[in-house]
Every structure is written in C-alpha cells, then in structure tokens.
C-alpha cells in the first residue's frame, strides 16, 4: 500500500503529500514510483467560445494496477468535454462517479482470477465548479452483494481536518496528536516516517503537490540523502539536471522555478545517523 496525507494550509488551498514505495507483498518493486498525478481537464462549451481548462490532483494506495488503469482510462476523455450550455456546471462529484465506474470495472477483472477485491483507494482533488472550492473525493471498489461497485466519499478538509489513507494510516493517526492544527506539521512527520524506514511498503521520498483555485501542481519529490545527511528535491528519483529540459524546451515544474516552494520551506530535519 502507500501513506498519503491531505489536509487545508492556511489559505485555500490543499497540500498533498505521499511516499514513493511500490511492493508486491514484501517485496520492494521501486523507491520512485509516480503516486501523485495530474489530470488536465478541458471543457469546451460552444462555437467560438474559450475552453475551460484546469488541472486535478490523482493520488492513490493500494493496487497501483487497479489505481493507474483507471486513470488512463480518464485522461483522454477528461480532455475533451463538450457543455451544451454555460449555465451548466460539472461537478467534482461528477468526476469522482466517472472516475469510480473504472475503479471498480478494472477491480472487478484483476480481482477475478483470485475471486478477491483488490485494495484500492483512488484522491481526486481540485477545484469544484459548483461550489468554487477545493474538494477531495476517496474513490474505492466495495462489494454490493455479490457484485464490485464503487464507493464515492467527499472528505472532510476543513480546518485543522486531515484525511489520510493507505497501510501507513493507522501508524501514522498513532503519532499525530488528534488537536493540532495542520498547515506544515505533517511534513515534518513524514519525513521522519520515511527516514525511520519502519514499514516494508512505506517509504522511498515524498511527493509532494498542492491545489488551489488555479488547479493542482505536482512538486516534485523530497528523498532523503543519507550520504550528505540531507534532503534532496527530484522528480521522480531523478536530478533535474538530467531531466529538467526536453530538447531546446525548459521544464517549469513549480519545483524548479519556486513559486510554490517559497511557502513550502519543509522545516529541517534532525542528524542522520
């Protein structure tokens, strides 16, 4: 499984935080696997007029298999969204039920061969149009009788509200004092969680991304270096030396030119041993 936190900063927006591991059963697959994702949305309402584009936030635990089908099968439909007129709206429940009938149709057909459900929780985050908020949705496969339909939960992110999922959760409710109100504390939890490296299926670096009305910005992740007792900024494992450009074409991932990260500032960790 995995450890992801979401939880309200201090303005409107929402941090989003998880690890990088990915394990079959005890054993380690990859401390770089990409855990939290964008969606681009575009809505086109009619001849002529500008399209509505805007990003969501993807994070998931569980079935990386279940979790990632799903949403391929999204990205190329999300894209192209036809509005007959302005006054209607998409909801982020709308998206989350969409998203959903793929969750529970791909854990429907991997879980056949074994006659289980697989585990899978599936966030989406961004900007509901409805409300003019950031809305998180938990998006699961659950058994209605004999038969695998999803479940669809609005999360409560209000303030000092925090919503946690995967094997790390419980862990990690343990050593978060239930009273605190979160802005950057959990951060600082985090990153001794992977440090401490205490669960098999928990750890490789953070991923970080944030939502605000402008849409979701994945960040890049925090991986712990040992070494030089200190933490490194990637993405995905990788020094943005090496891929920070794509031929001629610079890449601006917030991470990079530090629009964002100048009110990210992760508080510093202790000495390494």
Request: net charge negative.
């Amino acid at each position: 499984m995995t450890l992801v936190m979401a939880w309200r900063a201090e303005g409107e927006g929402v941090w989003v935080v998880s690890d990088s591991r990915l394990t079959q059963g005890q054993s380690r697959l990859t401390d770089n696997a990409a855990k939290l994702l964008e969606i681009p949305i575009k809505i086109v309402r009619g001849p002529g007029d500008a399209a509505l584009t805007m990003q969501f936030g993807f994070a998931y635990a569980g079935s990386s298999l279940v979790a990632l089908e799903a949403y391929a099968a999204v990205l190329p439909l999300w894209s192209r969204l036809w509005l007959p007129f302005d006054t209607i709206k998409v909801r982020m429940a709308d998206f989350a039920s969409h998203l959903g009938f793929f969750v529970a149709a791909y854990a429907k057909s991997v879980g056949a061969s074994t006659q289980t459900l697989p585990q899978c929780e599936c966030l989406l985050i961004g900007h509901d149009l409805e409300s003019s908020e950031i809305q998180a949705w938990r998006i699961r496969p659950v058994f209605d009788g004999p038969v695998i339909v999803p479940s669809c939960e609005l999360l409560d992110l209000g303030s000092g509200k925090m919503e946690m999922s995967g094997s790390g959760s419980a862990f990690a409710r343990s050593r978060l004092p239930s009273h605190e109100v979160w802005r950057r504390e959990p951060l600082t939890f985090m990153r001794e969680h992977l440090a401490a490296d205490q669960q098999p299926d928990v750890g490789g670096g953070l991923q970080v991304g944030f939502a605000e009305g402008c849409g979701f910005n994945v960040l890049g992740d925090f991986v712990l270096n040992r070494e030089a007792k200190r933490i490194d900024m990637t993405f995905r494992g990788h020094d943005f030396s090496n891929i920070g450009t794509v031929g001629p074409a610079a890449v601006l991932l917030p991470s990079v030119d530090g629009e964002i990260l100048q009110t990210f500032e992760p508080p510093p960790i202790k000495a390494i041993d």
